[in-house]
């Protein structure tokens, strides 16, 4: 067995191996070519900074690395973990990060992060063996909005140039590393994101991918609460884009924003403990 990065392996072959390897999971998972450029992308994956485990020529494991900057600290976030099921109870994963782990340090990467399936205990035993460490819990969310009543006077407007500071403040909770603002800016040119105004003032937003009908991002203003503004935002949703949708990593500790969701007639469908390592 080999252990390499990942510059000279092409993403056509990435593709193969990555679609192997998570057909078994828990919540299987097929991309396509573009759906796999596209994560790319959005998630700030660099081949030189992932690694691959090689029987000759033939990649069967492999580990995607996104890079970027959090609170002054580089990070490397892991976008993907797999080994083909034939490979399995070989440790790949483990020596795929006694490999990478290095070349991360050198580079002056100090913190490494992932989400991992809250009921996949093997690969949680792993992670922990190789010294990453619980942060928080993760909820994932999918189905048909139902319809919310709401009496808020307000009108929507699509947002081009958002100003980050302000949408921040509405925050309850940090977003996870696919939906945080370099994600979001990343992959702008194929999101919409849209704010509900109350009064000429900005009091809540939305970013969704309409292709996946996913929502990345959603908050109300926290002095604007309680006034039917996320049940308005969520039916402009419904009515004009998509009432299927799915949300990913929700904060656990969330009370009111999970609350809100389960309300809205979505589903949870998965936990995620997602983890770092200092190295």
């Not at 399995?88 to 991360?104: A, D, H």
């Not at 800016?185 to 996913?214: E, H, M």
């Amino acid at each position: 067995m080999q252990f390499k990065t990942l510059e000279n392996t092409s993403i056509a072959e990435l593709l193969h191996v990555f679609n192997e390897a998570f057909s078994d999971y828990p919540i299987p998972m097929h991309l396509t070519k573009e759906q796999l450029i596209n994560k790319f992308v959005a998630e700030s994956i660099k081949k030189e900074y992932s690694a691959g485990a090689f029987e000759g020529d033939k990649l069967v494991g492999f580990i995607l690395h996104g890079i970027g900057v959090f609170d002054g600290n580089k990070i490397a976030y892991n976008a993907g973990t797999g080994v083909i099921p034939s490979k399995r109870g070989n440790k790949i994963t483990s020596q795929l990060y006694e490999f990478i782990l290095p070349i991360l340090k050198n580079n002056q990467i100090n913190k490494v992060r992932l989400e991992v399936l809250s009921e996949n205990s093997p690969a949680i035993n792993t992670y922990t063996s190789i010294g990453f460490q619980k942060k928080r819990i993760l909820n994932c969310y999918k189905g048909s909005l139902a319809e919310l009543k709401s009496d808020a006077d307000s009108s929507v407007q699509y947002l081009y140039q958002p100003d980050w500071k302000l949408l921040q403040s509405f925050w309850d909770w940090t977003p996870s590393w696919q939906n945080s603002i370099s994600a979001v800016n990343n992959s702008w040119s194929q999101l919409d994101t849209i704010g509900l105004f109350a009064n000429d003032k900005l009091v809540g937003y939305i970013v969704f991918n309409p292709k996946i009908n996913r929502i990345l991002q959603f908050s109300i203003d926290k002095s604007q609460r309680k006034n039917g503004f996320g049940k308005q935002l969520l039916n402009y949703f419904a009515l004009n884009k998509s009432k299927t949708v799915s949300i990913l990593n929700v904060d656990d500790n969330s009370i009111e924003t999970n609350s809100f969701f389960l309300s809205s007639g979505l589903n949870l469908f998965a936990k995620q403990d997602e983890m770092e390592m200092e190295i």
